[in-house]
């Protein structure tokens, strides 16, 4: 079975500051790994996602993610926090085409000025 | 840029009645699929619908919903008898299906079951 745990339902910065959203994985088998972002009364938005490519993935908006497979991990950064990320944050697998994704609980960003 | 839509944004209903929530999926897409998020809760995967069948589905998935696409466009997610705890935002999403490929969300519609 596939599941994943986000460390860290809130998460505050200050603007300018690292973004580290925690993201951690269980499956039996070589994952599919996304991150999304719903901002306010709106849909999911990818973000980026990892496919058995390169372990560092670049996403939109200046965000990144780490494949780490010792780790079961895929943790979500951004060198400086900007106003606009505030929202919140999504992290799901999926093993096969097709198949359903299984998100975490999501993390809200908070950026303090 | 092709987008999924949903209608309508909010639907407000009474317990026991029926609604039916509507998506347009992107158009090229092969896989559809319905996921809901009570409030403050993650996403919970309902169902996942390819080549005119469900694929699979969650253990929310009972026998008040099913889903159908009734013409080469929609894909329509009904329950018949609402629930309280059916309200909730409901996201449709579609995929090309290939191994790897995201899944694109709608904008989702809030139903509220009074």
């Known amino acids: 079975a596939q599941s994943v745990t986000q460390l860290g339902s809130h998460v505050s910065v200050s603007e300018g500051a690292l973004v580290l959203l925690r993201c951690n994985y269980s499956?039996?088998?070589?994952?599919?790994l996304f991150w999304y972002v719903q901002y306010p009364n709106q849909g999911l938005q990818l973000l980026l996602k990892?496919?058995?490519?390169?372990?560092l993935v670049k996403g939109i908006n200046g965000f990144e993610a780490e494949f780490k497979k010792s780790e079961t991990s895929f943790h979500l950064t951004k060198p400086s926090a900007h106003m606009s990320d505030a929202a919140e944050y999504f992290c799901?697998?999926?093993?096969?085409?097709?198949?359903?994704?299984?998100f975490g609980t999501g993390t809200s960003l908070t950026v303090i000025p | 840029e092709p987008e999924v839509t949903q209608t309508p944004s909010h639907q407000v209903t009474q317990m026991g009645q029926e609604v039916i929530l509507r998506c347009v999926p992107i158009?090229?897409?092969?896989?559809f699929y319905w996921y809901r998020q009570i409030l403050g809760q993650k996403v919970e995967f309902l169902v996942s619908?390819?080549?005119?069948?469900?694929?699979?589905k969650s253990e929310i998935f009972d026998d008040q919903f099913s889903v159908e696409r009734p013409d080469g466009s929609n894909f329509t997610l009904k329950i018949r008898s609402t629930k309280l705890e059916d309200s909730a935002m409901y996201f449709c999403?579609?995929?090309?299906?290939?191994?790897?490929?995201?899944?694109?969300f709608g904008p989702g519609t809030r139903l509220t079951v009074t």
């Open positions: 499956s039996s088998v070589p994952p599919y």
């Open positions: 999403a579609s995929s090309r299906g290939l191994a790897g490929s995201e899944q694109y």
């Open positions: 158009s090229n897409h092969l896989y």
């Open positions: 799901a697998v999926s093993v096969d085409a097709g198949n359903q994704f299984y």
């Open positions: 990892y496919t058995s490519a390169a372990t």
């Open positions: 619908f390819y080549n005119n069948e469900i694929s699979e």
